[in-house]
């Protein structure tokens, strides 16, 4: 498996404005990195997003480090969403990514709430939704993801009952061996689950503290259950990253693995400690 990582791990310096989009491109190259993938392009002023992917795939190209996936948010519950989506699939079609994440949904809209009891119900519209956006990626040779994210479609059970309703090749998961734990879900038997679907894999860990205990401050965030998460160096958290990694090799899949960081250290540091750390396991 090749190693890559997500421009969303170098956010810390992005948002201060000592790095950019852009800049973090030769940061990943210096660190080593096999690859990278960028989360919704932070387009300068002045700029439309296709030239914003142009020049981000012009730099890329500069230190051959491919763009191996795109990741955006999405709610296909809302009008007119698959046909934003399939626009983002022209820019990462100019990022030369091979891959397109985009979310189901973050739950039931609210002025449907009193109508629609939970995932089941709408479980179908999402199916549609999906299907549509991956048979126009087809068309540009790009492979179409959800990922286990946003509480709502993060469940292993929600995850595959969407793949399986979609039904085809080019529909499958980005994998986040961290973000079960957000709905309570064991990570390892969750990535058992998934293995025949998955298309990208995210390294991320947490810090994972009861929710019978008090809050233990800055940084952590609840989980769907009342448990507290923090992002932590790859690992060094509670999540079971060397198993779930084995467990996805043992499978067959030798793509890449990005890593995630979202942990308070400065993320230089946690990045490439992570890094050291992933490249052990998959030995």
């Known amino acids: 498996m090749k190693i890559g990582v997500s421009s969303y791990s170098f956010q810390?310096?992005?948002?201060?404005?000592?790095?950019t989009q852009l800049s973090v491109i030769k940061t990943a190259s210096d660190m080593g990195f096999?690859?990278?993938e960028f989360t919704d392009l932070d387009v300068p002023e002045g700029m439309t997003e296709k030239e914003?992917?142009?020049?981000?795939?012009?730099?890329?190209?500069?230190?051959?480090?491919?763009?191996i996936s795109y990741t955006i948010g999405a709610n296909l519950l809302l009008p007119g969403e698959v046909e934003r989506v399939c626009k983002k699939l022209d820019v990462a079609a100019i990022l030369g990514a091979p891959t397109l994440r985009h979310?189901?949904?973050?739950?039931?809209?609210?002025?449907?709430?009193?109508?629609?009891s939970g995932?089941?119900?709408?479980?179908?519209?999402?199916?549609?939704?999906?299907?549509?956006?991956?048979?126009?990626?087809?068309?540009l040779g790009i492979t179409t993801m959800v990922e286990n994210h946003g509480t709502f479609c993060q469940e292993s059970d929600r995850v595959e009952r969407l793949i399986t309703?979609?039904?085809?090749?080019?529909?499958?998961?980005?994998?986040?061996?961290?973000?079960?734990?957000?709905?309570?879900?064991?990570?390892?038997?969750?990535?058992?689950?998934?293995?025949?679907?998955?298309?990208?894999?995210?390294?991320?860990?947490?810090?994972?503290?009861?929710?019978?205990?008090?809050?233990p401050g800055e940084g952590f965030f609840r989980s769907r259950?009342?448990?507290?998460?923090?992002?932590?160096i790859i690992g060094q958290g509670d999540v079971p990253v060397y198993q779930c990694i084995r467990n996805i090799m043992s499978s067959g899949y030798d793509k890449f693995v990005s890593i995630e960081f979202e942990g308070m250290e400065n993320c230089l540091k946690g990045i490439k400690i992570g890094f050291d750390n992933l490249k052990r396991m998959i030995g």
């Open 103 to 116: 979310d189901a949904a973050w739950g039931v809209l609210p002025e449907e709430s009193r109508s629609f």
């Open 52 to 67: 914003y992917a142009g020049i981000i795939k012009q730099e890329c190209d500069k230190y051959s480090l491919p763009v």
């Open 34 to 36: 096999d690859g990278i």
């Open 12 to 19: 810390q310096l992005i948002s201060d404005g000592k790095e």
């Open 225 to 232: 259950g009342g448990n507290y998460l923090r992002g932590a």
């Open 165 to 215: 309703g979609v039904n085809d090749p080019n529909f499958g998961v980005l994998l986040d061996i961290g973000n079960f734990n957000c709905a309570d879900e064991n990570s390892a038997a969750a990535t058992g689950r998934l293995l025949p679907y998955i298309k990208h894999v995210h390294a991320k860990d947490f810090h994972i503290k009861s929710g019978n205990s008090f809050d």
């Open 119 to 139: 995932f089941d119900t709408v479980l179908p519209a999402l199916i549609k939704g999906c299907k549509e956006i991956t048979a126009y990626a087809k068309t």
